[in-house]
Structure formats: structure tokens, C-alpha cells
């Protein structure tokens, strides 16, 4: 079963290289109440084996995936949108609002995760001086992960995922990276760019139904 696979990649998620001075991992997928809200979310939308597309990220979030262990998915949302019950504190991530009022615009939960899987170039997080830091953001870190990214993309494409279209969250450098690796290892045959929806909530807000109805272009197209 896919949420098997699933589950398994995420709960056995380590990092095979020494961090930087200053940074530190953010995995939660050994907290107790993040195994049981994965197996529930999982278990629910992943127990078919449809040929999902993947959409990527750039990691995990401090108040979303870094929180639930659900990519783009904050407490709020796992709650009121995907009917999972949670004691995680209910604050919100302006990534996880977005994408599921896109969600939404899909025609919901059930409709959308048939056929799309969420992950990130790196499935875990890192944070530096108490605030998120993007895997691209540290020349060091930059410089030792590709090895752990490779080894997660296989892990996850060889579970059947559709591997013609990829669409990368972020057009500016997430998708560079991600560009440069699938020109190395021809993961996808094409790559389509999002727009990252922490840029959307934050510069864009008030076109925020444009670029929903972007996503949905391009996620059906």
C-alpha cells in the first residue's frame, strides 16, 4: 500500500552528514503525535495507488510540515479541511492557508491528493538562529546534500509516482537546483514551475485567487 511507503520514508528520515555550525535539523517524524497524525492523513488519502503527480518544495516549515509532519499542512488545516483530529497548538502557516484554499479550488482533499503527492527537495527541515532556512540558503549545507536529496527522490519515484511532470514550488531557486539536478539524473521529463505560496501570501495577497486559479491551470493542464 502507498501510505505504507509512505510512512516508512518518512518515520526512517535521517540525515547522512554533519551539519554546519549554527544549524539544526528540523524532524519531527519521531514524535509520537506526529506518527499518529501521518498515519491517519496517510492512511486516509494514500490507500489507493493512483499514478500521483509530485509536487516539491523546498523543505519543511517551522509552523507546517515542521509541526504535523505533512508537507504544506499546518494544525489548522489537518483539523478543519482534512477532519483529523490534533492537540498540536493551532497556529497557522501563511503556506499551508494557501494551498488549501487551492486545494479546495480542486475540489477538495480527497479529489486533489488522488492525484498529486506533496514532498520537498529536502524532506527535512533545518533552522538556523530559531528561524526556517531553506537548504539553498547555506553554502555548506548546499554543498553536502544533493547525495540525501538523490537518495529521497528515488526512494519516493520508486513507489510508482508519475515521473513525466514535476512541478516545482518556487520559480526562483528551488526550481534552479531542481532544474540542474534533473538535467544530471533525468528524474522527470518535464519540470513546471509554481509560484511558492509564502511569496503569494506575502507579496502578492490580494491577486491571491489568480494564482490559485494558476495552480489549477497548471496542475490539470
Request: proline letters at 5%; aromatic letters at 14%.
Amino acid at each position: 500500500m502507498l501510505a505504507d511507503q509512505i510512512l516508512r520514508f518518512l518515520f526512517q528520515l535521517q540525515l547522512p552528514f554533519a551539519l554546519p555550525d549554527g544549524i539544526s535539523v528540523l524532524d519531527v517524524h519521531k514524535d509520537t503525535a506526529v506518527q499518529a497524525a501521518c498515519t491517519a492523513f496517510y492512511k486516509k488519502y494514500y490507500s489507493q495507488k493512483n499514478k500521483r503527480k509530485i509536487l516539491l518544495g523546498i523543505n519543511p516549515g517551522r509552523f507546517g510540515g515542521g509541526v504535523t509532519g505533512i508537507p504544506f499542512t499546518d494544525p489548522i488545516r489537518l483539523e478543519s479541511a482534512c477532519s483529523i483530529h490534533n492537540d498540536f497548538a493551532k497556529k497557522q502557516e501563511l503556506s499551508s492557508v494557501f494551498m488549501y484554499e487551492m486545494i479546495e479550488a480542486y475540489g477538495g482533499p480527497a479529489a486533489f491528493y488522488k492525484d498529486h503527492y506533496f514532498s520537498s527537495v529536502s524532506p527535512l527541515g533545518f533552522v538556523e538562529k530559531e528561524k526556517n532556512l531553506n537548504y539553498y540558503d547555506s553554502k555548506a549545507l548546499l554543498q553536502t546534500i544533493q547525495p540525501f536529496v538523490v537518495d529521497c527522490l528515488r526512494q519516493q519515484l520508486s513507489w510508482g509516482l508519475d515521473t513525466h511532470t514535476c512541478f516545482c514550488i518556487g520559480e526562483g531557486e528551488n526550481y534552479k537546483y531542481l532544474k540542474a539536478l534533473n538535467q544530471e539524473y533525468q528524474f522527470f521529463h518535464e519540470m513546471v514551475t509554481l509560484p511558492h505560496p509564502r511569496f503569494v501570501m506575502q507579496y502578492k495577497l490580494k491577486r491571491k485567487r489568480e494564482y490559485v486559479d494558476l495552480y489549477i491551470e497548471r496542475l490539470k493542464g
